[in-house]
């Protein structure tokens, strides 16, 4: 191969390499949202019986779904 054509490829792996990096340092800073979220969600009065509800809904539609 020409020694420009292995330049060229060698850039676009060190471009795709920096998206990766970024991407990656993204989804860190999402997950660090969303578990923040979730505490003060947790804290909310209204969790505990938002929670049963949701868990006597799902139990409801495994309960149609089994017979």
Partial sequence: MKESKLIEMNNKIESQTRVM???INELGQTRNI????LEVVKRLKEYKP???QLQDEQEADSKKTTE
Avoid: G, R, T
Avoid at 34 to 37: D, E, K, Q, V
């Fill in 34 to 37: 969303i578990i923040s979220l």
């Fill in 50 to 52: 938002i929670i049963k």
């Fill in 21 to 23: 990096q970024e991407m």
